[in-house]
Structure formats: C-alpha cells, structure tokens
T-cell receptor
C-alpha cells in the first residue's frame, strides 16, 4: 500500500529537549516536505527536499532542521524545542513538485512542548 | 510574498451545490491545487488546474482563471461526508519547489 508514515503520532516534550519526528514514504518519490498546521493559519511549509542531499527552507524554517540521506526518509529535527513549536506536523511526498502533482500526506504528528 | 484568500466557513444543505473560492497572489504561477481535510485527518488531494477552465472529477469540479488570479472548487450533490476543510494551494519559486496553502474553508453540510 502506497503511504507516508510519520512517527510518533503524538508527542509531549519539555522545552529544550531535542527530538526527531520521522517520515518515510514507499512510493519512490523525489519530493518530500514538512508542514505545520496551526488554527487559522492553514498549512505552512517548513522545509522541503527535491532529492537525496537536496533540501531547502520553506516559509517557516526557524527552529527546525531536516536531512535527506535516503530517498525514502525525511526526518524533522527540533534541536531545542520551544512552546511556540507546539503544533500539528505533516510530512508529504510527491513525484516532483510540478504540474498535476498530487502530494501524499502522512497522518500527522501532534507535538506539545511544555 | 505569496498569499491565498479563502472564506473561513461555508454552510450548505445536503444535496445542494456549494462553491469555495480562492484568490491568489504569487510570484510566478504554475497551477492551483485543492485538498480536503477531515477533522483529525491528513489532507488529501482533490484536483489541480494549470490552465484556465473547468476540470471535473465526479461530484467535484475545479475552475481556474489565470487572468483574474482566481479559482474555485465546486461540490455538487453534497453529502454529509463532504463536511471537512478545503484548502487551495500554489507551488511557486522558479521550479515550483515551494508550496503555499490558503488558510482553509471549513464546510459544514447540514441535513
């Protein structure tokens, strides 16, 4: 089954404690992206990757890191989480971000930073 | 920067037709996508318009007017399960690498 898998689904952590949210896709997609979703703000892009070892900033990259060492995996790293990073996070993948490109989303990770 | 405007909420009756509008301002336009998201769920792709005109997929249609920087999603024969949030989105930045989403329209279908 084609899917994007995120882990964990729920996470409560304390300020400053490094964490990683994993994302894996089994569709051999080149393009992967991370979004955060906050009430009234919709989905905002954090980082994206066009392929292995190719990553770039989206609209709200501050406080986040990513890596793309393998095509299927695109982890999101919060080196020192803060309460303003409490949010719902989605990972997505697509063949290439372009014409008629359907993005497939993971089920989301609800992060609370206290 | 990029901006997309959508109504925040729409209410419609089961069996009726509803139109959700999206106006955009982008630096370089490649196309307009629509996504559906049920409460607690992940966004799912509905449609993409790169050219002007209407694209139909079952009960859902999407329209684009590039000259007006405007598009809409049309939902026909509304069903209760269509109650969800709907987002328009545009890729931008040269090789359409970045994506900006609208803030979403929450559709409530009532009996």
């Amino acid at each position: 089954e084609a899917q994007v898998t995120q882990n964990p689904r729920y996470l409560i952590t304390v300020t400053g404690k490094k964490l990683t949210v994993t994302c894996s896709q089994n569709m051999n997609h080149e393009y992967m992206s991370w979004y955060r979703q906050d009430p009234g703000l919709g989905l905002r892009q954090i980082y994206y990757s066009m392929n292995v070892e190719v990553t770039d900033k989206g609209d709200v990259p501050e406080g986040y890191k990513v890596s793309r060492k393998e095509k299927r995996n695109f982890p999101l790293i919060l080196e020192s989480p803060s309460p303003n990073q409490t949010s719902l996070y989605f990972c997505a993948s697509s063949l290439l971000q372009g014409e008629n490109t359907e993005a497939f989303f993971g089920q989301g990770t609800r992060l609370t930073v206290v | 920067g990029q901006s997309l405007e959508q109504p925040s909420e729409v209410t419609a009756v089961e069996g009726a037709i509803v139109q959700i509008n999206c106006t955009y301002q982008t630096s370089g336009f490649y196309g307009l996508s629509w996504y559906q998201q049920h409460d607690g769920g992940a966004p799912t792709f509905l449609s993409y318009n790169a050219l002007d005109g209407l694209e139909e997929t079952g009960r859902f249609s999407s329209f684009l007017s590039r000259s007006d920087s405007y598009g809409y999603l049309l939902l026909q024969e509304l069903q209760m399960k269509d109650s969800a949030s709907y987002f328009c989105a545009v890729p931008w930045d040269g090789g359409y690498q970045k994506v900006t989403f609208g803030t979403g329209t929450k559709l409530q279908v009532i009996p």
